[in-house]
């Protein structure tokens, strides 16, 4: 977490300098970022998208690939598939677990592996 101010932290983002608060963001001559549009070419806004998009799943890997041996408590959403604290319905990945843990219980399992977002898991 930085302790940079969100506003300074977007210019960083979109290759403007800002100023202010995030909720009132203003670039240094004044105007504000809302009414800022095409300061950055679309091709540009891309591929720092894409950018960013590559390091957050190197860190996303990186956090997975931690978790491989360590047991954690999933609830079974559906056979074969479950989630932790970690990962939320419809946005994250998900934990597979064996077809025959019972759905809508809490279960302790353990990680065996990770394949981008997603976490495989036995049961303990």
Same mark, same amino acid.
């Given at each position: 977490? +930085?302790?940079?101010? %969100? +506003?300074?932290?977007?210019?960083? &983002? !979109? ?6 608060? %995030?909720?009132? #963001? /203003?670039? %240094? ?14 091709? =540009? ?5 894409? /950018?960013? +998009?590559? =390091? &957050?799943? #190197? !860190? $996303?890997?990186?956090?997975r690939d931690e978790l491989i041996g360590n047991?954690?408590? *999933?609830? *079974?959403? %559906?056979p074969g598939v479950g989630r932790s604290h970690r990962e939320a ?10 077809? +025959?843990? $019972? *759905? ?7 990680? $065996? ?9 036995? #049961?303990?």
């Amino acid at each position: 977490r +930085s302790d940079r101010p %969100a +506003s300074d932290r977007l210019g960083d &983002q !979109i290759g403007a300098e800002c100023t202010g608060h %995030a909720d009132r #963001a /203003e670039l %240094a001559d004044g105007e504000r970022i809302g009414k800022f549009d095409g300061a950055v070419p679309e091709a =540009l806004v891309r591929e720092r998208l894409s /950018e960013l +998009s590559e =390091l &957050q799943d #190197a !860190i $996303t890997a990186r956090k997975r690939d931690e978790l491989i041996g360590n047991t954690i408590e *999933v609830l *079974v959403d %559906a056979p074969g598939v479950g989630r932790s604290h970690r990962e939320a319905p419809e946005i994250d990945g998900i934990v597979e677990l064996p077809d +025959s843990l $019972t *759905v809508g219980e809490f279960r302790t399992v353990r990680v $065996t592996g990770a394949l981008g977002p997603d976490l495989i898991a036995e #049961a303990v």
